[in-house]
């Protein structure tokens, strides 16, 4: 199936409308996205652009700034609303589309471009990561630069190119941290060794002057955490990017848990992230052993030194992170535009003559799997909201009944969906401390109560409270005085 440039900018643009629409109508899911939103919200709130705040008093050392100030940035000019929060992703996300597109473009040609381009936007990590508060959009974009840069710099020797790996960088550096050194280093140096002949690609980047930018866009930021923060360059750089990584079951995480995994789980996150374009590559690739002569052109195309590179690129993150137990799916979303690439100069390889109407149907229902997906859990959460964990409407019906000077409170848990949406003034409150309350004007105040915990409240707090709002993890209830 040929794929014209008329027909390339209608698929994504369907794509990109259904990313648009659903990250418009789903609210913000516990526990990533409000977490970071309400960081970047409090950044706007406090002015400080140096340190992301946890809470008050409280430093948030897990990551960079880059996308909490991409995310302040979208609620001072968007508003504080879930839309202008993932906006930021999306923009990330599509500059990388346009990176990969352009660079695989001068690397095969336009067509295959179009493939790649197409490939990673209708895979579920990405066009996830498309419309998500989190740091990973932003992270791999800079690996996607500086990995495409350091191949297309010799090709095309522009300014954009031959700087590109270090932007990237630091990118990277900005977003998760050393990481992106870390990764990017896993594609070059083995390509660069089994490839000895490409070792010319080293004398078309300048390594003086990029490395200077590089420094200069990064060093002072980490400088300034320490200063202001003492302590977070050994929590970040030790903790959060060596035993997290050695120690399935970390202890040090100040801000959440150690996901305990087996070794290798990475590889079915990678299934569900590649999804579905994974599983078609598997079954492409056992259609391809089954006859000598389709095995013997895959090898031809294995032999090229761009292949090899995307290869690499392809298994980067996935081989490092199988020797991890402590992992999340999102951890490969660096190496997928990697696979999307020698994805698409496969099947063109292979499918380049066949006009195929049923071939062509096939691929269009493929890739519009993970569209539809998003669409339909963007609906069902704006229908049916209480199916998600989120606090926004039992908010907004406490918002609705409360005056001016009285409180809502969460019981025993504050969740981060309900300290964004109240924009920080939701409290916290203890069971023991419900009968002593402190009642502000009018004598009512506004308590969010687990089910599990109504029956350890004291009777006579029960008596007084009346119910307003259920959602999936709570029930509001206005406590009279």
Same mark, same amino acid.
Request: hydrophobic share 55%; charged share 15%.
């Given at each position: 199936?040929?794929?014209?440039?008329?027909?390339?900018?209608?698929?994504?643009?369907?794509?990109?409308?259904a990313?648009?629409?659903?990250?418009?109508l789903?609210?913000?899911? %516990?526990?990533s996205? /409000?977490?970071?939103?309400?960081i970047?919200?409090?950044?706007?709130?406090?002015? %400080?652009?140096?340190?992301?705040w946890?809470?008050? =008093?409280?430093?948030?050392?897990?990551?960079?700034p880059?996308?909490?100030w $991409?995310?302040?940035?979208?609620?001072?000019?968007?508003?504080?609303?879930?839309?202008?929060?993932?906006? /930021?992703?999306?923009?990330?996300?599509?500059?990388?589309?346009?990176?990969?597109?352009?660079?695989?473009?001068?690397? &095969?040609?336009?067509?295959?471009?179009?493939?790649?381009?197409?490939?990673? $936007?209708?895979?579920?990590?990405?066009?996830?990561?498309?419309?998500?508060?989190?740091?990973?959009?932003?992270? &791999?974009?800079?690996?996607?630069?500086?990995?495409?840069?350091f191949?297309?710099?010799?090709?095309?020797?522009?300014?954009?190119?031959?700087?590109?790996?270090?932007? =990237?960088?630091?990118?990277?550096?900005?977003?998760?941290?050393?990481?992106?050194?870390?990764?990017?280093?896993?594609?070059?140096?083995p +390509?660069? $060794?089994?490839?000895?002949?490409? !070792?010319?690609?080293?004398?078309?980047?300048?390594?003086v002057?990029?490395?200077?930018?590089?420094?200069?866009?990064?060093? /002072? +930021?980490?400088?300034? &955490?320490e !200063?202001?923060?003492?302590?977070?360059?050994?929590?970040?750089?030790?903790?959060?990017?060596?035993?997290?990584?050695?120690d399935?079951?970390?202890?040090? %995480?100040?801000?959440?848990?150690?996901?305990?995994?087996p070794?290798?789980?990475? +590889?079915?996150?990678?299934?569900?992230?590649?999804?579905?374009?994974g599983?078609?590559?598997?079954?492409?690739?056992?259609?391809?052993?089954?006859?000598?002569?389709?095995?013997?052109?895959?090898?031809?195309?294995?032999?090229?030194?761009?292949?090899?590179?995307?290869?690499?690129?392809?298994?980067? $993150?996935?081989?490092?992170?199988?020797?991890?137990?402590?992992?999340? +799916?999102?951890?490969?979303?660096?190496?997928?535009?990697?696979?999307?690439v020698?994805?698409?100069?496969h099947?063109?390889?292979?499918?380049?003559?066949?006009d195929?109407?049923?071939?062509?149907?096939?691929?269009?229902?493929?890739?519009?799997?993970?569209p539809?997906?998003?669409?339909?859990?963007?609906?069902?959460?704006?229908?049916?909201?209480?199916?998600?964990?989120?606090?926004?409407?039992?908010?907004?019906a406490?918002?609705?009944?409360?005056?001016?000077?009285?409180?809502?409170?969460?019981?025993?848990?504050?969740?981060?969906?309900a300290?964004?949406?109240?924009?920080?003034?939701?409290k916290?409150?203890?069971?023991? %401390?419900?009968?002593?309350?402190?009642?502000?004007?009018?004598?009512?105040a506004?308590?969010?109560i687990? /089910?599990?915990?109504?029956?350890?409240?004291?009777?006579?707090?029960?008596?007084?409270?009346?119910?307003?709002?259920?959602?999936?993890?709570?029930?509001?209830?206005?406590?009279?005085?």
């Amino acid at each position: 199936m040929q794929l014209t440039a008329k027909r390339f900018f209608w698929m994504l643009a369907g794509v990109v409308i259904a990313r648009l629409l659903s990250m418009a109508l789903m609210p913000l899911i %516990d526990n990533s996205e /409000p977490r970071y939103a309400e960081i970047a919200r409090f950044m706007v709130e406090s002015g %400080d652009w140096i340190t992301p705040w946890y809470e008050p =008093g409280v430093p948030f050392w897990g990551k960079p700034p880059l996308s909490f100030w $991409a995310q302040a940035l979208g609620i001072l000019t968007l508003g504080n609303s879930e839309f202008a929060v993932r906006f /930021p992703s999306f923009l990330a996300m599509a500059a990388l589309a346009a990176l990969l597109y352009r660079g695989t473009a001068i690397l &095969a040609e336009r067509e295959t471009a179009r493939w790649a381009t197409l490939t990673l $936007a209708t895979m579920f990590l990405p066009l996830t990561a498309a419309g998500a508060v989190l740091t990973d959009a932003f992270f &791999a974009l800079g690996v996607a630069y500086a990995v495409l840069a350091f191949l297309v710099a010799r090709e095309s020797p522009t300014p954009f190119w031959r700087y590109g790996l270090f932007v =990237g960088l630091a990118i990277g550096v900005l977003s998760k941290g050393p990481l992106a050194i870390v990764l990017v280093g896993i594609v070059v140096v083995p +390509w660069l $060794a089994i490839y000895r002949e490409r !070792i010319v690609h080293l004398t078309h980047l300048p390594w003086v002057k990029g490395t200077l930018v590089f420094l200069a866009l990064t060093v /002072p +930021w980490y400088i300034c &955490a320490e !200063i202001k923060t003492p302590g977070f360059l050994r929590y970040f750089l030790i903790g959060e990017h060596f035993l997290r990584f050695v120690d399935a079951g970390w202890q040090g %995480d100040l801000y959440g848990t150690a996901h305990r995994r087996p070794l290798g789980s990475i +590889w079915g996150d990678w299934l569900l992230a590649s999804f579905p374009w994974g599983c078609g590559g598997i079954l492409f690739a056992i259609w391809v052993g089954t006859r000598s002569s389709r095995r013997a052109k895959a090898v031809e195309i294995s032999r090229s030194p761009v292949a090899g590179y995307l290869a690499l690129w392809a298994l980067a $993150a996935p081989v490092f992170f199988s020797f991890s137990g402590n992992i999340l +799916w999102t951890y490969v979303l660096p190496s997928l535009p990697g696979f999307a690439v020698l994805f698409a100069i496969h099947a063109k390889a292979f499918f380049a003559a066949c006009d195929s109407t049923r071939l062509g149907r096939v691929l269009i229902v493929t890739g519009a799997l993970a569209p539809i997906a998003a669409i339909s859990l963007g609906l069902i959460s704006f229908a049916v909201p209480t199916k998600f964990k989120t606090e926004k409407q039992l908010v907004a019906a406490a918002r609705s009944q409360m005056s001016e000077g009285q409180q809502l409170y969460f019981l025993d848990n504050l969740p981060y969906s309900a300290r964004f949406y109240s924009e920080g003034r939701a409290k916290l409150i203890a069971i023991g %401390d419900l009968e002593g309350l402190d009642f502000a004007q009018g004598k009512i105040a506004f308590i969010a109560i687990p /089910p599990d915990e109504e029956p350890s409240i004291q009777a006579s707090v029960r008596a007084r409270l009346a119910p307003i709002y259920k959602s999936r993890r709570y029930t509001l209830y206005r406590l009279n005085g």
